[in-house]
């Protein structure tokens, strides 16, 4: 099996990227932020996000799985498709406080494992290429700056409807930027085999090219 390990910073385009990424490899697209998402809107539900011994109590009652009808991925919480409720920006900040908890990244690391271990996958998330897939064949870290990830998010949220600032998105990302890299387990940063790819100023598609030439040029 080939395993393809892109890590790096929220905003980044990483699910988009990879998602194509692997749509045009023929490999299955693992998006593990959408795990830490899940747990993060069961804990929000139940009411215990600030709550971190609630939060470790909560798991034992919580079924994450990912589904895949025709490559297209799908979250499910406890038998429920909740693909469409986990992306707003409470979920988000929700998502970095989980994944900070090392009972729930425990929890998430054998589904993503074995998830890899049965198909040629290609897994985004903060820990791949340091952590969950510490032997993939190839890995990336795909970065962008936090101005333009912040204006790719707020328009992603205006044509959702939401009633957002851009100051608001770029203090968000700035916040989970800092989370993310400065949390005990874990912490996002590349590995030393990491490939870095900053698309910061290339098109959608010119990133996807970018990550699709990185990852055949590795596995030939």
């Known amino acids: 099996m080939i395993n393809v390990a892109i890590d790096g910073p929220a905003g980044a385009g990483k699910s988009t990227i990879a998602k ?15 795990l830490y998402r899940a747990v ?20 034992d009652d919580t079924k994450v799985e990912l589904k895949y009808v025709e490559g297209v991925q799908s979250v499910y919480l406890n038998g429920e498709d909740v693909s469409g409720f986990i992306r707003t920006p409470e979920i988000s900040m929700g998502a970095s406080k989980v994944s900070a908890i090392p009972q729930v990244r425990e929890f998430l690391l054998n589904l993503q494992r074995e ?8 897994m985004d998330g903060r820990d791949i290429a340091t952590v969950v897939l510490p032997d993939a064949e190839v890995k990336i870290f ?35 930027d800092y989370q993310d890299s400065h949390r ?19 098109t959608l598609q010119e990133s996807i090219d970018l990550i699709v030439n990185t990852i055949k040029e590795r596995i030939q």
């Open 184 to 202: 005990e387990i874990a912490p996002l940063k590349p590995s030393e085999e990491s490939i870095m790819a900053d698309t910061s100023e290339l």
């Open 115 to 122: 998830i890899a271990k049965t198909n040629n996958v290609i």
């Open 142 to 176: 795909l970065f962008a700056s936090p101005e333009c990830r912040a204006e790719r998010r707020y328009k992603e949220l205006v044509e959702k409807g939401e009633n957002v600032s851009f100051d608001d998105v770029l203090k968000d990302v700035n916040q989970r």
């Open 40 to 59: 993060a809107y069961n804990a929000v539900k139940n009411g215990v996000i600030d709550d971190e011994q609630g939060i470790i109590s909560m798991l």
């Open 20 to 34: 194509a990424a692997a749509k045009e490899l023929g490999f299955i697209y693992v998006d593990t932020g959408a």
